[in-house]
């Protein structure tokens, strides 16, 4: 089958062994799958993966259980052994043994076909198309936020970097009716903010205050924890959504000196996230940058590099 494969540099493989399931695992074939900037990283080299990378994608079951067989599905990206101490606590996406799809010791979705552990799976409703089902991965790791960190109305948030994740987070947020800010400096993905009512700061006319009760760093580079903590009150938390790849020269003082909470979240809720794109309560179309098929890949990796753009897709 045709992959997009990464080991010691990036390629498309076009006879990749197509996978076989075991035991607990269904067959998918991957209809779309989204590009994340995890996967851009990875693609550098930076998190020591070697096999096909891509943890997005909606797809359809070919083999597994008879209730799946045929279904439109979504999938959970931890792999996971459900025995360990934080399953059995109900931290699953912790869990000690886990497999992460293109992303940690198991191939991912930038493939025709991928396995992926039947419990993993959640149905499609109808109302919800492929591409905006492909974003149910970073739609739950953006409501990962809120159940981190409960914000209401009288909360004020900034959210700092609207990027591809970024612009979810701003969404899941402006949910809760809180006073929400999104700070960012590229014009088009502002716009999309302001169009969505969500008001928009530009770096170069911030004025930090340090007076906001919550801030989420979506940047992905080092100097938005910089800018973080130059927003957030003391006795304030941050909340981290970046890994960063270079880690800079980062000067974590303020985070001591003002007794700040720093918050690490990653991935969410799945079934809410599907619940959200079904009700229509986030708008992901809006996000598409564009679509390739599988076959320009490397193409499209390199487009998702690009400063305006956003969410790009493959058709697998
Ligand atoms: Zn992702
Ligand atoms: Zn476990």
Do not use: W
Not at 149 to 156: A, E, I, L, M
Not at 308 to 314: A, E, M, T, V, Y
């Amino acid at each position: 089958m045709k992959a997009v494969v990464y080991d010691d540099e990036l390629r498309l493989d076009k006879r990749y062994l197509a996978p076989k399931p075991d035991k607990e695992d269904c067959l998918v074939k991957v209809d779309v799958a989204g590009i994340c900037s995890t996967d851009l990283e990875i693609a550098q080299g930076y998190m020591e993966f070697s096999g096909v990378l891509g943890h997005e994608f909606v797809g359809t079951v070919e083999q597994g259980p008879k209730h799946l067989k045929g279904k439109r599905v979504v999938s959970e990206i931890n792999c996971v052994c459900r025995k360990c101490d934080m399953c059995l606590a109900g931290l699953a996406t912790h869990c000690r043994h886990r497999t992460v799809m293109g992303i940690v010791g198991r191939d991912g979705c930038f493939a025709e076909y991928v396995t992926v552990p039947e419990h993993n799976l959640y149905e499609v409703p109808d109302s919800v198309t492929d591409e905006e089902a492909v974003f149910a991965e970073p739609v739950a790791a953006a409501y990962q936020v809120i159940a981190q960190c409960p914000v209401d109305k009288r909360t004020k948030v900034s959210v700092v970097g609207p990027g591809r994740l970024g612009l979810l987070v701003a969404q899941v947020l402006k949910t809760t009716g809180c006073d929400l800010t999104v700070v960012g400096c590229n014009a088009k993905k502002m716009e999309i903010c302001e169009k969505k009512h969500i008001q928009t700061v530009h770096l170069d006319e911030l004025v930090p205050k340090r007076d906001r009760d919550v801030v989420v760093e979506c940047t992905g580079a080092p100097n938005g924890l910089d800018i973080a903590m130059e927003l957030v009150r003391p006795r304030g938390t941050i909340i981290l959504k970046s890994t960063y790849a270079d880690r800079g020269q980062m000067n974590l003082a303020p985070i001591v000196i003002n007794e700040i909470t720093l918050l690490g979240s990653r991935c969410g809720p799945f079934g809410e996230a599907v619940n959200a794109l079904a009700r229509k309560a986030i708008d992901v179309q809006s996000l598409i940058t564009k679509t390739y098929p599988l076959d320009k890949a490397l193409k499209a990796l390199e487009h998702a590099e690009e400063q305006d753009s956003i969410k790009i897709l493959l058709k697998c």
